[in-house]
């Protein structure tokens, strides 16, 4: 009767063991390959992580690389503008002066400040006025450095011959957002 009845419970229990053994390595197996694959992700996200980092470094460094070339170039520019021999000017599109250059002061005797703000055009003898207005014009329609041989009139009254060299800067909206003007002595 014992055997009988250890006969009958054997099966169920075999199959039951069987059963959550499987059943137990099917979820460890699953476990570890969620764990794998967490650790796969983890680690392209670090290298993707260290690799932008590198990236952002090396932008950095350009920034600064090409922060510091700016800050050269426009020492350089104000340098050369000081030692240039001539009177260096920017106009908005209406020949207003924005920035005159302090050669102003030492060729016409006019501190630059008194002259900010200030149309170009009274720098000129009423006669020369038609020939101005025609070189900005020009320099505007052709988008092309325009020359003329004209005089400034200094703080006493005196005629001084100058070079005027006219160039337009375009603006992408209006066409042209002003001039750069250099006045050089001529003799």
């Given amino acids: 009767w014992l055997d009988r009845m250890k006969q009958q419970v054997l099966w169920p229990v075999w199959l039951t063991g069987l059963t959550i053994t499987l059943l137990t390595t099917a979820l460890t197996l699953w476990a570890v390959w969620l764990t794998l694959r967490t ?20 932008t950095r460094v350009e920034k ?6 700016l800050q050269e170039s426009d020492r350089r520019t104000r340098d050369l503008i000081e030692l240039g021999a001539g009177i260096f000017a920017e106009l908005d599109e209406g020949r207003q002066i924005g920035y005159i250059s302090s050669q102003v002061a030492t060729l016409l005797d006019i501190p630059s400040t008194d002259l900010t703000g200030q149309p170009l055009d009274t720098l ?32 006493g009254g005196t005629a001084l011959p100058v070079a005027l060299r006219i160039k337009a800067l375009k603006d992408p909206l209006s066409g042209c957002s002003g001039f750069r003007v250099s006045l050089t002595p001529r003799q």
């Avoid at 650790?39 to 090396?58: A, K, V």
């Avoid at 600064?64 to 070339?69: F, K, T, V, Y």
């Avoid at 020369?128 to 207005?133: E, F, S």
């Avoid at 025609?134 to 052709?142: G, N, V, Y």
């Fill in 124 to 155: 000129f003898a009423e006669d020369k006025q038609t020939d101005l207005a025609m070189a900005f014009d020009a320099a505007r329609r052709d988008q092309a450095i325009q020359r003329l041989d004209t005089e400034v009139i200094t703080r």
């Fill in 64 to 69: 600064n690389i090409l922060h510091h070339s």
């Fill in 39 to 58: 650790e796969r992700l983890l680690e392209r996200r670090t290298r993707r992580t260290r690799h932008l980092g590198q990236q952002l470094d090396n």
